[in-house]
């Protein structure tokens, strides 16, 4: 048997895909043409319902579980039996763009629907997931659906609240999720054949190359130290230069020192795009400066070396300057790397339709990264116009989005006519 | 005749000077120990209330002019009489100390008093001027009052107002100005014999060393240039190196450049105590930073030559990073020479008093630089406890207090004995 259905070879709906996207859009829409919908916020809650009711017009199933996560599938979930999961996240950074995370989501629902409507008779579910609070931009628990539906959350330290103290129990209700029933809502990983996610790329490469398509080969990791320079806030035209403690002096010796981390190949890339500075008058020399340093990493080892590197540099840029100096961690994500037996199939599916596609790592963290803890994953990415993201001028051509929704849906018939699919599609 | 009347030498009531000060320092306390006493502030009108009351219990005359300094003198207010004027200002910056200004009023109210009590008989009036607003912390207008009395304000280019819109005039007509009265308050520079002011160093260098008292030769011109540093608001994990446009970046190397200009002595002190970063977010390469660069030296051409450095600097550095540039001069403050003449009476003083002194500039703006636009103009410096101004900890030793106002009292007395008196002090 090949998964092949009634009416040759089965297509996206590439009018219904776009008009999803748009009328989604309309859900957290700002005055700057951005959207702002947060994970568990009223704009959240309406793009739920939104997505819902066309599956449920479609004769699908659609339901939410205990994390807040939206399923949809041809039938009721069974957690038991062996499923393929595609999917992203609807939740949006603040005044961000209307693509990164719904592009994956109405795309999975799209191949869930259209295997449905073509009676493609699969021995695997397939599984749309839209994930909770991917970006963690209300209540900072990012990758919140994700660290669910792998089990990977871990215990909670206290009960999860916003940036201003709200807790979520209230607001995951309204979701239709239910704190206290998070088990319910993991995935055995036995059950899991692969997990598969659509997004753009959020950078500039495949903009600016001949290839629409890109295969993903690692997630990097990241790791971002807060470091604090603590000076003497003095007078800036009183005061001596050897008689100086100026932290922001100090700052700016580390952000180039970050820069030439990346620039020297010791990491892929390293940033500094926080600084505040205390008091922060012309006036007066700055007694206290905070730089977040952000460093991405397809490799472990390097990563932790590159944490190593500048908390090195932070300590001797502050002892030449008569600093006081104290680094943290803040965050520290492992890079995941994506199935060679899917990306594979990605290659191919792409290859079927005549689209160049290249092999790239991703610098932004995603769900897959989650998902790759405990399935074999990949990833797909279309282009981002001008490479922006996160912004409301975020953007990619039609072409290019229905592009990648045939390859999630090709990649997704050769992974399920795949042989070795019910040992799962490790090489 | 010599300046001297009945009882001997005369001298300043040390007791009285410090009371005064620790009751001034009342008016504006803030939680932290500071002062917040802006211009023309409920907590500046208590201030000159208090001293008016202390001058009038002791026999003395004062008033307030058209711009709302306050004016102490023996007998009401002659601007056609020849006077020497001895001033500072009674105005703080938010939270800062009980000294900066406060202690330049309060002595030279002392050594009126000193004058009177022992019935010195002078051809030349005395007069102790209270600066209204020399900090410019609630009205930009920074160096109001003496601005007004030099007669140097031109005109104006509107209605002041304070940085939320609110108008000058009625907070001035609370603190018994008048702004339709300015000229009023305006010293013909015929009539004024010279000008001396009293003031804590607000830098480490006389704490740092055996001298107790500063002859100031000059205080410094300044420049402040707003630098807009244009790059791209860019995803920090998914935009390459050489894709990226970082104005935190550019502001960085920015930095080190200006402290560079100061440390290859192109500059007196160079300083950046501003930065702004937008978006400033760990996962966003920042799109704009703006940078506030203060220049200061005592040279007016090497001031000028310093600014134009910084805008090369600027812009190559926004060359190279492929930012764009803007450059805005927000302050500009010329040199002032403090009068040699005045300058060997002030050295004289302290010698006479067993006090070592040496000769500094000034690398912060008093009044005196203002009056030394219509008048032979002199400062004298006391040490600050740690070198720090502008603070709750600001400090001075009581015997570092005494000896400063003592040091007035006797440039004073130099001056006014002085053979060329009749025709100012000019050497």
């Known amino acids: 048997m090949t998964p092949m259905g009634s009416g040759g070879e089965p297509d996206i709906d590439g009018e219904r895909l776009l008009r999803r996207l748009r009328e ?153 999720g239910d704190l206290d029933a998070l088990p319910s809502a993991v995935w055995p990983p036995p059950s899991v054949r692969g997990y598969l996610e659509l997004h753009i790329e959020q950078g500039p490469i495949l903009d600016a190359g001949p290839e629409r398509i890109g295969i993903v080969d690692a997630i990097t990791g990241r790791a971002v130290l807060a470091v604090d320079l603590i000076g003497e806030a003095a007078h800036a035209g009183t005061t001596p230069l050897n008689a100086r403690a100026d932290a922001l002096l100090g700052a700016a010796h580390l952000v180039i020192a970050t820069r030439e981390l990346a620039a020297q190949g010791l990491c892929h890339v390293a940033s500094v795009g926080h600084l505040q500075v205390e008091p922060n008058s012309a006036n007066t020399l700055a007694g206290h400066a905070r730089l977040l340093v952000d460093l991405r990493d397809a490799d472990a080892a390097r990563l932790t070396k590159a944490e190593d590197t500048v908390r090195d540099q932070a300590g001797s840029i502050a002892a030449r300057l008569g600093l006081g100096v104290r680094c943290r961690r803040m965050v520290r994500s492992e890079p995941a790397a994506m199935d060679a037996g899917i990306r594979r199939h990605i290659a191919g599916s792409a290859a079927a339709l005549g689209l160049a596609a290249r092999v790239m790592s991703s610098g932004a963290g995603h769900d897959a990264q989650i998902m790759a803890g405990i399935t074999p994953t990949g990833m797909i990415f279309v282009p981002s116009i001008g490479g922006v993201s996160h912004v409301p001028q975020e953007d990619t051509a039609p072409a290019d989005l229905l592009a990648g929704a045939r390859v999630l849906l090709g990649a997704t018939l050769r992974l399920l006519a795949c042989p070795d699919r019910r040992n799962g599609y490790r090489p």
Not at 138 to 143: E, H, I, T, W
Not at 148 to 169: C, F, I, K, M, T
């Open 24 to 176: 989604l859009s309309a859900f957290g829409r700002t005055a700057e043409g951005g959207i702002t919908r947060p994970g568990f916020s009223e704009a959240g809650r309406q793009a739920d319902a939104f997505l819902i009711d066309q599956a449920r017009r479609a004769n699908l199933h659609a339901e939410v579980d205990a994390a807040g996560n939206v399923l949809f599938g041809r039938a009721a979930i069974d957690r038991t039996r062996p499923a393929l999961l595609l999917g992203s996240h609807l939740d949006t950074v603040v005044n961000g763009g209307w693509l990164d995370g719904a592009y994956g989501v109405v795309s999975a629902l799209e191949v869930v629907q259209v295997l449905a409507e073509r009676h493609i008779d699969l021995d695997c579910d397939v599984v749309a997931i839209a994930f909770a609070n991917e970006e963690g931009a209300l209540f900072p628990q990012a990758f919140w659906g994700s660290m669910v539906a792998a089990g990977l959350l871990g215990s909670l330290p206290g009960p999860p609240a916003d940036h201003e103290g709200r807790p979520l129990a209230p607001a995951l209700a309204l979701a239709g």
